[in-house]
C-alpha cells in the first residue's frame, strides 16, 4: 500500500513555484535542481507574474495534462502563498514544500499566514512540508527539490533536519566524503509534517538503512516520539540535539519556533525510544556508519591492544570519560598473554604488544581478548612505527573477526593512526564491515555509540504494565481532593493535602496534624508522642525551611509550646504577605540508618510530565544530583534511574550502614508514576525527604502543585492519558468473558513480549487466511512485520488479541488492528481469526472491543480493505453496519467502512 508521504518523498510530476527569467531566484535554483538531478517525473515551471499569482489554473502547459501534478514547491513571496495553495488544491495537487520564509518565525502576521496555509492545505488534503524550509531531496529517483548548490548521491541514510543551513553543510560534506543518501528532508517551521510522520514513512522506507536527525526543538512530543520509537524498532537512528545550554535553547526556539525543555529530559526521552545521541556532525555520521555495520554489544567493557603506550592510554582515557569499562582480563587470558608476548609487555589492560610487534603478535592479542570472557568488544590500535606492518596486521585482524563471528559474539574496532601509510588497511577494513578510524577518541565513542545504543534498544521494550497488587490507589478520591482545591482558586495543597494524595496511592507517609493555636499544639503532640517535628503551615509556603518555619526535636510540652510562638513570629517576619493557618506536626522520625532522597514529579514544557529521583534535604539544590526518567515507569527503569546518580552508593551496604529497603523504594516510585498518570492536573510534586533505611521508607514532607490547563480524561473504553509523551499500556482495556464451552476468553492490546504468540499464531493460519488478512502469499511475519505488530504506541494504533489458555500456556486465536489516518478523524482497520474459530463471535467481539476504543479517542469513521472473495469478513461487515463498495483501483477489493 502506498504510504501516505509518497506524494511528497516519491512524486510523480513537480511544479515549482517561482521559477522565473532570474537566474538567482530561488524557483529557478530549485528548477535547475531538478533539472540537473535527471528527475524521472514530469517537471513544470511557473512563474507567477507580477503582484498577481496566476497560477496552475491558469497555466497552459499545467491545464493540458490529463494526470494531475502530484507536488508542487513554492517559492514565491509569503503573502503569495495562500492563493498558490489554494489553487493547487483545487487542481488535485496532493502535497507542497513551502521553501518561502516570513510565516511562523516572523511575528504575529506571519505566524497568521502559517494558519492560513495550514487551513488551506487541511481543506484540501495537501500534506505541507515547511514553510521556511530548504527542502527535500530523494536521490534515487533525481528529484532535488531545494535551493541549494550540493547534489545527493544515492545512499542508505536519511537526514532530517530543523536547520537549512546545516543540511547544505552536510551536503557538502558528504559530497567529498562521497557519502550517499535516500532521503534529505529539511523541515522549517514544520507547520504540519513534522519528525513523528517523517519517522514513520522512514521506518518502512525500503531505501532507507539508518536514520539521521537534527533537532533544535520538539512541538509536539507524543507524535514525535511515537514515529521515532516505530523508526528505531526497525532500524538505527542516531539524534544530534542542540540547544543543550540556555543560550543555544533560546536561538533554537527563535530560530525555528518550536519548544526547548531540559536537556536531561530530552535524553531521558531518547532512552525510552532505542536511539543514539551525538553531539556533533562527525558523530552524526561515524554513528550510522558503525551502527550500519550491524553489530551487536551485550555490554560496556571494553579490551584495548595497542603497538604504542601512549594512545592505549588516550583510548583509556576517553573510555572512562564515555562511561565505559576497562576491565582486568581474566587470569587464563593474563596466562595466555604472557605466553605469546614479550616479557615486557603491559601486563593488563590496554594490552601493549610493543611497537616492534609483527601481525603474528597482534593476532594472538587479538584473539584472546576477543575471546576473554570479561571483554564486551576489542579495540586494536596501531601506530606506523619502523618495524609495523600496518596491511598485513590489518588481513591479521580481519582473519580473526572472520573466524570468532560464530562463537565470540563481540564486536571489532579498529584504529589505524596515520595517513599514507594505513590508508590500504582502512580500506580493507571497509571491505571486511570493521568499522576503522584514525583517531582513538573516535574510535572509543563508536564503541560507546553501540552500548548506549543496545542499551535503549532494549529500555524501547520496556512497556510497564499496571500495577497489578491487591492494593488499588483511590483515584477518584484524589481527583476530588484535586479538583475541590482547583474550583477554591488553590494551586498549591497544603501539607495535610499533599500528604493525603500521596497515601491515596499507598506511598508510606508521616502521619501529619495540623493546629492553628499553641494549645492545639501541645495536645497534638501529646497524641503523637515525643519527640515532634512543627512546620508552618500556610497554601502560599512551597519551602517551608526557606522563611525559617521548621523546627526538629521538640521533646516536651513546654518546648512545643514554645516553638509555636517562635516559628509564627519567624515567618511573619520573613513572609509578611503569606497566609498562615498555624503549624503541623508529626512525629520525628530517628532512626540510625536513615538516608534523605527527594522524588518528585516536574512538567517539562515539551515532553510533559517527569519522574526525577535524587539526593534529598535541604542542600538538593547544591548538590544537584538528579536523573529524570519519562513515566511510566517499571522495576527495569527505576533501576537504572537510580543508578544513574551519585546518592546509589550510599542506598547498598556501606562501612556500619546496611542496604536500604530497595523494594520499598521502588513501591514508592511505581506509585509516583502510577499517580502522575492518573492525575494530569500534577504541575510539579516534591517528596523532600523521603527517608529510607532498612526497614521502609517514609515521605516526611511533600509540596503538590497544580495546574488548571490540562483537561482531565475520564475513564472508559477511549481513555488514553493526553498529558503523557509515552501514553501507559492501557490496562483499564482488559476484558474477560467465558465462551459457550466454557473456557475463558481474554480480550486485551498486545504486547511486545507477546511477539512469539502471535509469530505462532500467524504461522499456523490457513493459506487462504493469510491471503485474505494480508493479501499476499506468506509463511510468517517478517522479522520487521513482527517488530511493528508488536510494539505499538497505544495512541495512533491500537490492537486487541483475543486468547484462551490450553495446557497452561496463552493462545492467541484472533486479533483486530487499526491505526488512525494522518487526518486524526478515521482509522484502517485489519482482522483475523483463527480458522478453527470462525462462527463463534469472535470476530464480532474484537471489532466491537475495536470500534469502541477508536469512537472513545474520537475517531470519525473506521475503514478498510477486503477481498472480494473474502465472503465471511464481507457478511460480518454487513452484520455491523459497515458500507461495502467496490475499490476503483482494484476490482477485486472491497472498501468497507463505518461512520462511528
Same mark, same amino acid.
Given at each position: 500500500?502506498?504510504?501516505?508521504?509518497?506524494?511528497?518523498?516519491?512524486?510523480?510530476?513537480?511544479?515549482?513555484?517561482?521559477?522565473?527569467?532570474?537566474?538567482?531566484?530561488?524557483?529557478?535554483?530549485?528548477?535547475?535542481?531538478?533539472?540537473?538531478?535527471?528527475?524521472?517525473?514530469?517537471?513544470?515551471?511557473?512563474?507567477?507574474?507580477?503582484?498577481?499569482?496566476?497560477?496552475?489554473?491558469?497555466?497552459?502547459?499545467?491545464?493540458?495534462?490529463?494526470?494531475?501534478?502530484?507536488?508542487?514547491?513554492?517559492?514565491?513571496?509569503?503573502?503569495?502563498?495562500?492563493?498558490?495553495?489554494?489553487?493547487?488544491?483545487?487542481?488535485?495537487?496532493?502535497?507542497?514544500?513551502?521553501?518561502?520564509?516570513?510565516?511562523?518565525?516572523?511575528?504575529?502576521?506571519?505566524?497568521?499566514?502559517?494558519?492560513?496555509?495550514?487551513?488551506?492545505?487541511?481543506?484540501?488534503?495537501?500534506?505541507?512540508?515547511?514553510?521556511?524550509?530548504?527542502?527535500?531531496?530523494?536521490?534515487?529517483?533525481?528529484?532535488?527539490?531545494?535551493?541549494?548548490?550540493?547534489?545527493?548521491?544515492?545512499?542508505?541514510?536519511?537526514?532530517?533536519?530543523?536547520?537549512?543551513?546545516?543540511?547544505?553543510?552536510?551536503?557538502?560534506?558528504?559530497?567529498?566524503?562521497?557519502?550517499?543518501?535516500?532521503?534529505?528532508?529539511?523541515?522549517?517551521?514544520?507547520?504540519?509534517?513534522?519528525?513523528?510522520?517523517?519517522?514513520?514513512?522512514?521506518?518502512?522506507?525500503?531505501?532507507?538503512?539508518?536514520?539521521?536527525?537534527?533537532?533544535?526543538?520538539?512541538?509536539?512530543?507524543?507524535?514525535?516520539?511515537?514515529?521515532?520509537?516505530?523508526?528505531?524498532r526497525l532500524k538505527p537512528v542516531i539524534v544530534m540535539k542542540t540547544g543543550r545550554h540556555p543560550a543555544a535553547s533560546h536561538a533554537a526556539v527563535s530560530h525555528t519556533g518550536a519548544?526547548?525543555?531540559?536537556?536531561?529530559?530530552?535524553?531521558?526521552?531518547?532512552?525510552?525510544?532505542?536511539?543514539?545521541?551525538?553531539?556533533?556532525?562527525?558523530?552524526?555520521?561515524?554513528?550510522?556508519?558503525?551502527?550500519?555495520?550491524?553489530?551487536?554489544?551485550?555490554?560496556?567493557?571494553?579490551?584495548?591492544?595497542?603497538?604504542?603506550?601512549?594512545?592505549?592510554?588516550?583510548?583509556?582515557?576517553?573510555?572512562?570519560?564515555?562511561?565505559?569499562?576497562?576491565?582486568?582480563?581474566?587470569?587464563?587470558?593474563?596466562?595466555?598473554?604472557?605466553?605469546?608476548?614479550?616479557?615486557?609487555?603491559?601486563?593488563?589492560?590496554?594490552?601493549?604488544?610493543?611497537?616492534?610487534?609483527?601481525?603474528?603478535?597482534?593476532?594472538?592479542?587479538?584473539?584472546?581478548?576477543?575471546?576473554?570472557?570479561?571483554?564486551?568488544?576489542?579495540?586494536?590500535?596501531?601506530?606506523?612505527?619502523?618495524?609495523?606492518?600496518?596491511?598485513?596486521?590489518?588481513?591479521?585482524?580481519?582473519?580473526?573477526?572472520?573466524?570468532?563471528?560464530?562463537?565470540?559474539?563481540?564486536?571489532?574496532?579498529?584504529?589505524?593512526?596515520?595517513?599514507?601509510?594505513?590508508? #590500504? $588497511?582502512?580500506? *580493507?577494513? /571497509?571491505?571486511?564491515? =570493521? @568499522?576503522?578510524?584514525? !583517531?582513538?577518541? %573516535? +574510535?572509543?565513542?563508536?564503541?560507546?555509540?553501540?552500548?548506549?545504543?543496545?542499551?535503549?534498544?532494549?529500555?524501547?521494550?520496556?512497556?510497564?504494565?499496571?500495577?497489578?497488587?491487591?492494593?488499588?490507589?483511590?483515584?477518584?478520591?484524589?481527583?476530588?481532593?484535586?479538583?475541590?482545591?482547583?474550583?477554591?482558586?488553590?494551586?498549591?495543597?497544603?501539607?495535610? #493535602? $499533599?500528604?493525603? *494524595?500521596? /497515601?491515596?496511592?499507598? =506511598? @508510606?507517609?508521616?502521619? !501529619?496534624?495540623? %493546629? +492553628?493555636?499553641?494549645?492545639?499544639?501541645?495536645?497534638?503532640?501529646?497524641?503523637?508522642?515525643?519527640?515532634?517535628?512543627?512546620?508552618?503551615?500556610?497554601?502560599?509556603?512551597?519551602?517551608?525551611?526557606?522563611?525559617?518555619?521548621?523546627?526538629?526535636?521538640?521533646?516536651?510540652?513546654?518546648?512545643?509550646?514554645?516553638?509555636?510562638?517562635?516559628?509564627?513570629?519567624?515567618?511573619?517576619?520573613?513572609?509578611?504577605?503569606?497566609?498562615?493557618?498555624?503549624?503541623?506536626?508529626?512525629?520525628?522520625?530517628?532512626?540510625?540508618?536513615?538516608?534523605?532522597?527527594?522524588?518528585?514529579?516536574?512538567?517539562?514544557?515539551?515532553?510533559?510530565?517527569?519522574?526525577?529521583?535524587?539526593?534529598?534535604?535541604?542542600?538538593?539544590?547544591?548538590?544537584?544530583?538528579?536523573?529524570?526518567?519519562?513515566?511510566?515507569?517499571?522495576?527495569?527503569?527505576?533501576?537504572?534511574?537510580?543508578?544513574?546518580?551519585?546518592?546509589?552508593?550510599?542506598?547498598?551496604?556501606?562501612?556500619?550502614?546496611?542496604?536500604?529497603?530497595?523494594?520499598?523504594?521502588?513501591?514508592?516510585?511505581?506509585?509516583?508514576?502510577?499517580?502522575?498518570?492518573?492525575?494530569?492536573?500534577?504541575?510539579?510534586?516534591?517528596?523532600?525527604?523521603?527517608?529510607?533505611?532498612?526497614?521502609?521508607?517514609?515521605?516526611?514532607?511533600?509540596?503538590?502543585?497544580?495546574?488548571?490547563?490540562?483537561?482531565?480524561?475520564?475513564?472508559?473504553?477511549?481513555?488514553?492519558?493526553?498529558?503523557?509523551?509515552?501514553?501507559?499500556?492501557?490496562?483499564?482495556?482488559?476484558?474477560?468473558?467465558?465462551?459457550?464451552?466454557?473456557?475463558?476468553?481474554?480480550?486485551?492490546?498486545?504486547?511486545?513480549?507477546?511477539?512469539?504468540?502471535?509469530?505462532?499464531?500467524?504461522?499456523?493460519?490457513?493459506?487462504?487466511?493469510?491471503?485474505?488478512?494480508?493479501?499476499?502469499?506468506?509463511?510468517?511475519?517478517?522479522?520487521?512485520?513482527?517488530?511493528?505488530?508488536?510494539?505499538?504506541?497505544?495512541?495512533?494504533?491500537?490492537?486487541?488479541?483475543?486468547?484462551?489458555?490450553?495446557?497452561?500456556?496463552?493462545?492467541?486465536?484472533?486479533?483486530?488492528?487499526?491505526?488512525?489516518?494522518?487526518?486524526?478523524?478515521?482509522?484502517?482497520?485489519?482482522?483475523?481469526?483463527?480458522?478453527?474459530?470462525?462462527?463463534?463471535?469472535?470476530?464480532?467481539?474484537?471489532?466491537?472491543?475495536?470500534?469502541?476504543?477508536?469512537?472513545?479517542?474520537?475517531?470519525?469513521?473506521?475503514?478498510?480493505?477486503?477481498?472480494?472473495?473474502?465472503?465471511?469478513?464481507?457478511?460480518?461487515?454487513?452484520?455491523?453496519?459497515?458500507?461495502?463498495?467496490?475499490?476503483?483501483?482494484?476490482?477485486?477489493?472491497?472498501?468497507?467502512?463505518?461512520?462511528?
Amino acid at each position: 500500500m502506498k504510504h501516505y508521504l509518497s506524494p511528497l518523498f516519491s512524486p510523480h510530476s513537480v511544479a515549482v513555484f517561482g521559477a522565473s527569467e532570474r537566474a538567482a531566484s530561488v524557483g529557478s535554483r530549485v528548477f535547475a535542481n531538478l533539472v540537473s538531478a535527471s528527475f524521472d517525473g514530469l517537471l513544470f515551471p511557473v512563474n507567477p507574474k507580477h503582484e498577481h499569482v496566476q497560477g496552475m489554473l491558469c497555466h497552459p502547459e499545467i491545464a493540458a495534462i490529463t494526470k494531475p501534478v502530484e507536488m508542487a514547491v513554492i517559492a514565491t513571496p509569503a503573502t503569495t502563498v495562500p492563493d498558490i495553495l489554494k489553487q493547487c488544491g483545487e487542481k488535485g495537487v496532493r502535497a507542497a514544500a513551502v521553501l518561502s520564509a516570513g510565516f511562523g518565525e516572523a511575528g504575529p502576521e506571519g505566524k497568521a499566514l502559517q494558519k492560513e496555509i495550514l487551513k488551506i492545505a487541511r481543506h484540501y488534503r495537501i500534506r505541507l512540508l515547511g514553510p521556511n524550509c530548504l527542502g527535500l531531496i530523494r536521490p534515487s529517483m533525481g528529484l532535488n527539490a531545494t535551493f541549494g548548490k550540493s547534489q545527493a548521491h544515492p545512499g542508505e541514510l536519511a537526514l532530517v533536519s530543523q536547520s537549512g543551513a546545516l543540511c547544505t553543510a552536510i551536503l557538502d560534506w558528504a559530497e567529498a566524503e562521497r557519502i550517499g543518501f535516500s532521503l534529505v528532508v529539511s523541515l522549517g517551521n514544520a507547520a504540519e509534517i513534522d519528525f513523528g510522520e517523517v519517522l514513520d514513512y522512514l521506518a518502512t522506507d525500503p531505501k532507507t538503512r539508518s536514520i539521521l536527525l537534527y533537532i533544535e526543538g520538539i512541538r509536539e512530543a507524543r507524535g514525535f516520539l511515537s514515529g521515532l520509537r516505530a523508526a528505531a524498532r526497525l532500524k538505527p537512528v542516531i539524534v544530534m540535539k542542540t540547544g543543550r545550554h540556555p543560550a543555544a535553547s533560546h536561538a533554537a526556539v527563535s530560530h525555528t519556533g518550536a519548544l526547548v525543555g531540559a536537556d536531561d529530559v530530552f535524553d531521558a526521552a531518547l532512552d525510552r525510544a532505542g536511539v543514539v545521541r551525538v553531539q556533533t556532525v562527525d558523530e552524526l555520521f561515524s554513528a550510522a556508519r558503525t551502527l550500519s555495520y550491524g553489530m551487536k554489544v551485550r555490554g560496556k567493557r571494553l579490551a584495548i591492544v595497542t603497538n604504542g603506550g601512549g594512545p592505549g592510554v588516550v583510548a583509556a582515557d576517553m573510555a572512562v570519560d564515555r562511561d565505559l569499562t576497562i576491565p582486568d582480563l581474566s587470569p587464563n587470558t593474563l596466562s595466555a598473554l604472557d605466553e605469546a608476548l614479550p616479557a615486557h609487555w603491559s601486563k593488563g589492560n590496554p594490552v601493549d604488544v610493543l611497537g616492534d610487534a609483527d601481525p603474528g603478535r597482534f593476532q594472538k592479542a587479538v584473539r584472546l581478548c576477543l575471546h576473554d570472557l570479561n571483554s564486551d568488544g576489542v579495540l586494536v590500535m596501531l601506530t606506523p612505527q619502523a618495524m609495523s606492518e600496518p596491511t598485513a596486521v590489518a588481513r591479521e585482524v580481519i582473519d580473526v573477526w572472520h573466524a570468532a563471528k560464530g562463537t565470540a559474539h563481540k564486536p571489532i574496532l579498529t584504529c589505524w593512526m596515520g595517513q599514507h601509510h594505513v590508508a #590500504e $588497511a582502512h580500506r *580493507l577494513f /571497509a571491505e571486511a564491515g =570493521i @568499522p576503522s578510524f584514525y !583517531t582513538p577518541e %573516535a +574510535a572509543v565513542s563508536a564503541f560507546a555509540q553501540l552500548w548506549h545504543y543496545h542499551r535503549n534498544q532494549r529500555l524501547l521494550l520496556e512497556v510497564p504494565g499496571p500495577l497489578t497488587d491487591q492494593s488499588r490507589p483511590q483515584v477518584e478520591e484524589s481527583r476530588r481532593l484535586v479538583q475541590a482545591a482547583l474550583e477554591k482558586g488553590r494551586t498549591h495543597l497544603s501539607s495535610s #493535602e $499533599a500528604k493525603t *494524595l500521596l /497515601a491515596a496511592f499507598h =506511598i @508510606p507517609v508521616a502521619e !501529619t496534624r495540623a %493546629a +492553628a493555636t499553641a494549645e492545639e499544639a501541645v495536645e497534638v503532640a501529646s497524641q503523637l508522642g515525643f519527640p515532634v517535628v512543627m512546620k508552618i503551615d500556610s497554601p502560599d509556603l512551597s519551602h517551608k525551611s526557606d522563611v525559617d518555619g521548621v523546627e526538629l526535636n521538640l521533646r516536651n510540652s513546654e518546648e512545643v509550646g514554645r516553638a509555636f510562638s517562635n516559628v509564627m513570629e519567624r515567618v511573619r517576619a520573613n513572609a509578611p504577605e503569606a497566609k498562615l493557618t498555624g503549624v503541623t506536626l508529626e512525629k520525628q522520625w530517628s532512626r540510625a540508618h536513615v538516608r534523605e532522597l527527594l522524588v518528585g514529579v516536574v512538567r517539562d514544557p515539551v515532553f510533559g510530565p517527569v519522574i526525577t529521583f535524587g539526593w534529598g534535604g535541604t542542600t538538593v539544590e547544591v548538590l544537584a544530583d538528579r536523573a529524570v526518567c519519562l513515566p511510566p515507569l517499571n522495576s527495569v527503569l527505576i533501576r537504572r534511574m537510580i543508578a544513574r546518580t551519585r546518592v546509589a552508593r550510599l542506598l547498598g551496604a556501606f562501612r556500619n550502614l546496611p542496604p536500604v529497603d530497595a523494594l520499598a523504594l521502588e513501591h514508592v516510585l511505581l506509585r509516583l508514576s502510577e499517580l502522575v498518570c492518573e492525575i494530569p492536573e500534577i504541575e510539579e510534586l516534591d517528596i523532600n525527604p523521603l527517608s529510607t533505611d532498612e526497614s521502609g521508607v517514609c515521605a516526611l514532607d511533600a509540596r503538590v502543585h497544580l495546574t488548571s490547563s490540562q483537561p482531565r480524561k475520564i475513564p472508559g473504553p477511549g481513555r488514553y492519558f493526553a498529558h503523557m509523551a509515552i501514553p501507559p499500556y492501557p490496562g483499564n482495556l482488559v476484558k474477560t468473558t467465558t465462551l459457550d464451552n466454557g473456557k475463558t476468553l481474554t480480550v486485551r492490546p498486545i504486547r511486545p513480549e507477546d511477539a512469539e504468540m502471535e509469530q505462532r499464531f500467524v504461522r499456523n493460519l490457513s493459506p487462504e487466511a493469510k491471503y485474505f488478512r494480508f493479501m499476499q502469499s506468506l509463511q510468517e511475519l517478517s522479522p520487521e512485520m513482527l517488530v511493528r505488530f508488536t510494539q505499538i504506541d497505544y495512541d495512533r494504533e491500537m490492537a486487541f488479541l483475543a486468547s484462551i489458555h490450553e495446557k497452561g500456556k496463552e493462545v492467541e486465536i484472533g486479533i483486530a488492528r487499526y491505526i488512525i489516518n494522518p487526518d486524526g478523524e478515521s482509522c484502517e482497520f485489519a482482522i483475523v481469526v483463527a480458522d478453527n474459530w470462525h462462527d463463534r463471535g469472535i470476530g464480532t467481539l474484537l471489532m466491537r472491543t475495536l470500534m469502541d476504543e477508536a469512537r472513545g479517542k474520537g475517531i470519525k469513521q473506521i475503514e478498510g480493505q477486503v477481498l472480494t472473495t473474502n465472503h465471511p469478513m464481507l457478511r460480518l461487515m454487513r452484520r455491523l453496519g459497515f458500507q461495502v463498495a467496490t475499490c476503483a483501483d482494484a476490482p477485486d477489493v472491497k472498501e468497507v467502512s463505518l461512520d462511528l
